[in-house]
């Protein structure tokens, strides 16, 4: 801060001691240290922190006091561990103040909820700061409240949820033209789509963030998102791109304190890659972290390191620590994941009280537009009533002007057809005249018809003759073509006794073909019944196989009696518990994992496990444990090993292609 700011602050600071001394309007100084809220918080607080006595202020004053105290404490992340202030303007705001007060005292008290470790009430009111907030244009707090509501979701394991509260927040932030908001919320989003396993989307909108963020230079930002993107490729067993991400993370990262998380994460990355002097360098690093999460994950990793270098001593010593820190991890977070499912209950609650709020609010509505309606519709049939009997005094009117109008109409009928047979006869005069100059004028051209057809006559009698000349060549070509056809018909005969014997061929072989046919389909039919036979004693074999197998198992060993046992709850094997494991499977299955690998020798280490467990018949929520994978992630990998190994077994599963090696 500088020496001009600091000076300010202090005239500011003795401006509030002398005006709270005088009990004047604080004003003012309120607006200013409002307007300091977002770019400088710790300057917002120091001259809120300046007000000595501000239970002596006006109860306004006092009440923007409270909410905007809460708000600078809040953005320096200081932990709230009392509601009492913030629950002053929330209940002042709730009866005078106007909306956008309201959604900020409502957002304030979320807040402080959530420091609290009160999921429940934070979420009612975020809530109902959402629905008070979207009938203002502040863009930036609609965005914050959304955040809110994603990171409670994410808490509680809602991840749709979260995601899609993830997505308005971004778009709030695109309206509010906040860069880094809308990147904070494209990482969000990214995360989102990693806990719902879609990598490809989480990818993409990681991608992006970091994209921004580097061209911004935003390097904390960017750290954060490339250690988001390198969890995701590490889902995806793409172990040296996420060993990148994480160094480059670590070059970007200037405060110590952040980096033992990155460490741990190279740490474990490099075991699984087989550079063990590489994973004891970062593991060694991450030792120093105060989190007891790293630490104990730090400690399990070491054992297994110092396993495979055989010092079991020193691996035994890690392992009773990483067991040790692992009870007292599940101690502390036992309140944390008990409010958890109780925030997620009251969440439920909650929006089913919404729903039937609305459904309420809808009723009512329903009620007051069917009140308008049939106000209306009597209105209408009074007009239409109304209309009804004008147009009966129209039509009456209408009638008799249409009486009067026929009247006078036959009176010029009449006249026009006295003037129309006039006229008919004077017509008739003049038609006569005209036949009798038309029968004059046809005797002449009688005569000139009668030398025209005389000349027609000849020339048709010509063309007659010529047409005789040519029937009788017509006869003698239609004579020849009788002979022939007398030839072709014989022929056809002929033919046609050859066809019937070949027809009777034919039928004949028919006949034989299909008394054939019915044999061998009955055969058929015998042969897969005697195989659908032998299937099913085979099936049942290996039924019992496996079953005395279970038992075998349950009997012999504590550790695989778990595997079966509902009421037990297993977690990720160690190498240890991996190498008992193995024995034990290899008694009841001695040859199947050998075959395993000569059949496949690319398949890695955690899909043979993966094809063991399966064959044991170990239920999907139990492998997921053992193995640290998702449970939607176990059916994607047996779908992965039929793919890569098993190509004839596309329309059987998984058990199927094992069954058959055993």
Not at 334 to 347: F, Q, S
Not at 610 to 632: E, H, R, Y
Request: include cysteine; charged fraction near 30%; hydrophobic fraction near 40%.
């Amino acid at each position: 801060m500088s020496k001009g700011l600091k000076l300010i602050l202090n005239l500011l600071l003795l401006f509030c001691l002398v005006a709270c001394s005088r009990s004047t309007n604080v004003s003012p100084l309120l607006k200013k240290a409002e307007g300091y809220m977002n770019e400088r918080p710790d300057s917002a607080l120091y001259l809120l922190d300046s007000i000595i006595r501000p239970e002596a202020l006006s109860n306004e004053d006092k009440v923007l006091w409270s909410l905007l105290i809460t708000q600078a404490r809040d953005k320096k992340y200081i932990t709230h561990t009392s509601d009492s202030l913030i629950n002053i303007a929330v209940h002042y705001y709730d009866k005078k103040g106007n909306i956008e007060r309201r959604a900020q005292a409502y957002y304030c008290q979320g807040r402080v909820y959530m420091d609290m470790l009160l999921f429940d009430e934070a979420i009612i009111s975020f809530l109902k700061a959402e629905e008070l907030v979207l009938q203002t244009t502040d863009y930036n707090l609609q965005a914050r409240i959304y955040n809110q509501l994603g990171d409670l979701s994410k808490k509680n394991l809602l991840y749709k949820d979260a995601l899609l509260f993830y997505q308005r927040a971004n778009a709030s932030y695109r309206l509010d033209k906040s860069l880094l908001g809308e990147v904070f919320t494209l990482r969000d989003i990214g995360l989102a789509y990693e806990n719902l396993a879609q990598l490809d989307s989480a990818i993409f909108y990681l991608k992006k963030s970091l994209d921004i963020s580097q061209m911004n230079n935003w390097n904390n930002l960017s750290n954060t998102i490339l250690v988001g993107l390198s969890s995701v490729f590490e889902s995806m067993c793409l172990y040296q791109d996420a060993i990148n991400l994480l160094n480059q993370s670590i070059s970007l990262t200037q405060n110590e304190s952040l980096l033992y998380s990155s460490y741990y994460s190279l740490g474990s990355l490099y075991r699984k890659t087989g550079q063990i002097d590489s994973a004891f360098c970062y593991l060694d690093k991450a030792s120093g972290s105060p989190n007891l999460y790293i630490q104990c994950q730090q400690n399990r990793e070491y054992s297994a390191l110092l396993y495979d270098r055989k010092d079991y001593k020193a691996a035994y010593e890690h392992n009773n620590q990483y067991i040790l820190l692992r009870d007292s991890i599940e101690h502390l977070y036992l309140p944390d994941k008990l409010a958890e499912v109780e925030a997620r209950y009251n969440h439920e609650k909650l929006i089913n009280e919404k729903n039937q709020l609305v459904l309420k609010r809808k009723n009512a509505i329903f009620i007051f537009s069917v009140l308008i309606i049939a106000m209306l519709v009597l209105l209408i049939l009074l007009v239409v009533r109304y209309q009804k009997k004008l147009r009966q005094k129209l039509i009456m009117i209408k009638e008799m002007e249409h009486n009067l109008s026929e009247s006078r109409s036959e009176v010029e009928i009449n006249k026009a057809l006295l003037i129309g047979k006039e006229n008919e006869l004077r017509l008739k005069v003049i038609e006569l005249e005209k036949n009798v100059t038309a029968r004059l004028s046809l005797g002449i051209a009688n005569n000139q018809q009668e030398e025209v057809l005389a000349q027609r006559n000849k020339v048709l009698n010509e063309e007659i003759a010529n047409l005789q000349n040519d029937i009788k060549e017509k006869d003698s070509l239609y004579e020849n073509k009788l002979h022939e056809l007398s030839l072709k018909k014989k022929e056809l005969r002929d033919n046609k006794v050859k066809m019937e014997s070949v027809e009777a061929e034919k039928q004949r072989l028919e006949n034989m073909y299909f008394e054939k046919t019915d044999t061998l389909n009955k055969q058929i039919v015998d042969l897969q019944n005697e195989i659908n036979e032998k299937e099913s004693v085979i099936k049942g074999v290996k039924e019992s196989t496996k079953s005395l197998v279970r038992k075998y198992l349950e009997v012999n060993c504590p550790q695989m009696k778990r595997l079966f046992d509902r009421k037990e709850v297993v977690v990720e094997y160690t190498d240890e518990e991996w190498k008992t494991f193995e024995e034990q499977f290899n008694v009841v299955y001695p040859k199947f994992i050998k075959k395993l690998c000569k059949n496949y020798p690319t398949m890695n280490k955690k899909e043979l496990r993966l094809c063991c467990l399966f064959l044991l018949g170990v239920k999907t929520a139990k492998i997921s444990a053992i193995l640290a994978l998702a449970p939607n992630t176990i059916s994607k990998y047996s779908k992965d090993i039929l793919r890569k190994y098993a190509v004839s077994y596309e329309e059987k599963s998984l058990e199927d292609m094992l069954d058959d090696m055993t």
